[in-house]
């Protein structure tokens, strides 16, 4: 039962063994809702209901819809990882651009109308121009992600536009905390700092860290999704940001703060500086925060120092 009401609500997450999906699925597991969760691999928790799907495959995800029948669905699923995207871009816009087809054709084909919760991507903005981007910017995507994420958001507004779809989308900027995988930058220092604590590291290897970008703790940016399906208007677009440049370095020497290393030994790596790298990216979150209750509440300092522990952990 939800807090405060008197009904479950059931809410469908596809990418539900992600990142983003595990701490969502906590979220809504504790305001009380019915979670159902779609991933490609297996997946185990007890407390939802698990569907093992292929986004990808347009029958499975008709039938998953067709027996759900959920009121919500948090639309996560995709090839999330940069670089892979580089390296697979017809798996990249057959999961993002066709994964979405598929779970949207499945929605009007049941004739139930849930709330959707599109995520996509800051990435579609591209190089700044200067200042944060609002969601009244032009886009332009720089990668192949960027354009599948962009290509998904316009057939995201059709199906709203031609078909009723109730669906929101947003556009989250950088996130981590807990349970990122170390391919990400924050997790990456923050792994290799606990195994240099541990000795079995010697130095610590980085890519570009003099870029900019937005970060936010994931708990905040689940909490703006939570937020938006609440009150955010359908066919609308919200930056999921905090509206602040932090440099990639700044973040390295908050998590070297956070260790008991002395004077640790920095290494350049070729191989982790990406193309078409935007300088710097930040998102303008006035259009979130007027709409709804959300402010984020994690300090990133702090996240740093949960990431570093979660690792030390692990
Ligand atoms: O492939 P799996 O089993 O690891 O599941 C991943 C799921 N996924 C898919 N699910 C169904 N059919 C597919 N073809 C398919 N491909 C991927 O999406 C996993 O559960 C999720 C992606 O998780 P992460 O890579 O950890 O991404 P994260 O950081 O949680 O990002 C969530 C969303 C994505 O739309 C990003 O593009 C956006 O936030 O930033």
Not at 157 to 185: D, E, M
Not at 284 to 294: A, F, G, R
């Amino acid at each position: 039962m939800v807090l405060g009401s008197e009904q479950w609500v059931k809410a469908l997450i596809t990418g539900v063994s992600g990142f983003v999906g595990n701490h969502l699925c906590e979220l809504l597991l504790s305001k009380g809702y019915e979670v159902i969760g779609l991933s490609r691999s297996e997946f185990k928790d007890s407390r939802i209901e698990f569907h093992k799907c292929d986004i990808r495959n347009q029958e499975e995800i008709e039938q998953i819809i067709k027996q759900v029948n959920p009121e919500e669905i948090y639309h996560l699923a995709a090839l999330s990882y940069i670089p892979e995207s580089l390296k697979a871009p017809i798996h990249t816009y057959n999961t993002i651009i066709n994964g979405t087809l598929n779970l949207f054709e499945a929605i009007r084909k049941s004739n139930k109308n849930p709330k959707i919760l599109f995520v996509g991507s800051g990435e579609v903005y591209g190089e700044s121009t200067g200042g944060a981007f609002s969601e009244r910017d032009a886009i332009q995507p720089a990668n192949i992600y960027a354009a599948a994420k962009a290509c998904a958001e316009i057939i995201t507004q059709q199906y709203k536009n031609t078909f009723g779809l109730n669906v929101i989308l947003t556009r989250p900027f950088n996130h981590t905390g807990p349970g990122q995988s170390s391919l990400y930058a924050c997790s990456s220092f923050a792994r290799q700092i606990s195994e240099m604590e541990a000795g079995v590291r010697e130095f610590i290897q980085v890519g570009n860290i003099n870029v900019e970008r937005d970060f936010l703790d994931v708990r905040d940016v689940v909490n703006a999704y939570y937020m938006l399906m609440l009150d955010g208007v359908s066919g609308e677009i919200y930056n999921v940001s905090s509206n602040y440049a932090r440099s990639i370095s700044d973040i390295l020497n908050c998590l070297f703060a956070h260790s008991f290393l002395e004077s640790p030994m920095i290494i350049s790596d070729n191989q982790k500086i990406r193309l078409n790298e935007t300088a710097s990216r930040v998102g303008d979150n006035s259009k979130l925060i007027s709409q709804t209750d959300w402010r984020p509440e994690h300090n990133l300092d702090d996240t740093m120092g949960e990431l570093l522990d979660f690792w030390r952990k692990y």
